[in-house]
């Protein structure tokens, strides 16, 4: 009886092993590239609401002690420190509510102010043709206030 050997197990195996750890390395090298972007999108989302932050920041000062409120949008370039620019727009809205104190049937002037901040790492905020990019960040903030017409700067808290 004649028995023949059979040869070659040994380097399938081989080529399977080896096409495996090629498997493991490209994901690993993936992962790596995924958690660097998230981290970089990260910083760059916190810089975006820090300087949306700053912009309505101004918008109050500029709406409660100056009592200047501009409908047109007002662009804060700050792209040499932060590297983002930041657009601020206002709206105020009078309206009457209670009584002036010490002064029965008088009617309290007031006004509300909304102010918005949109801020970008791009040269104008909001930047549609970037908005698809990785690289792009915007937030936007909005608040409220509301001032006592009083004929005093700066205006009292209502």
């Given at each position: 009886m004649n028995i023949h050997k059979q040869r070659g197990f040994g380097y399938i195996a081989a080529i399977v092993i080896v096409v495996v750890l090629a498997m493991?390395?490209?994901?690993?090298?993936?992962l790596t590239t995924t958690q660097q972007t998230g981290a970089a999108q990260d910083i760059l989302s916190a810089r975006a609401w820090q300087a949306a932050r700053a912009g309505t920041e101004w918008g109050l000062y500029k709406a409660l002690r100056l009592n200047n409120c501009s409908s047109a949008p007002i662009t804060l370039d700050l792209r040499s420190d932060t590297g983002f620019a930041v657009s601020v727009t206002c709206s105020a809205f009078n309206f009457s509510e209670g009584e002036v104190p010490g002064s029965p049937g008088t009617s309290q002037a007031k006004t509300s102010f909304t102010i918005s901040a949109v801020a970008c790492n791009s040269a104008?905020?909001?930047?549609n043709a970037k908005?698809?990019?990785?690289?792009?960040?915007e937030r936007r903030r909005v608040v409220t206030a509301?001032?006592?017409q009083n004929g005093v700067l700066p205006l009292d808290p209502c």
């Open positions: 493991l390395g490209v994901a690993s090298a993936r104008a905020c909001p930047d908005a698809s990019t990785l690289e792009y960040t509301c001032g006592l």
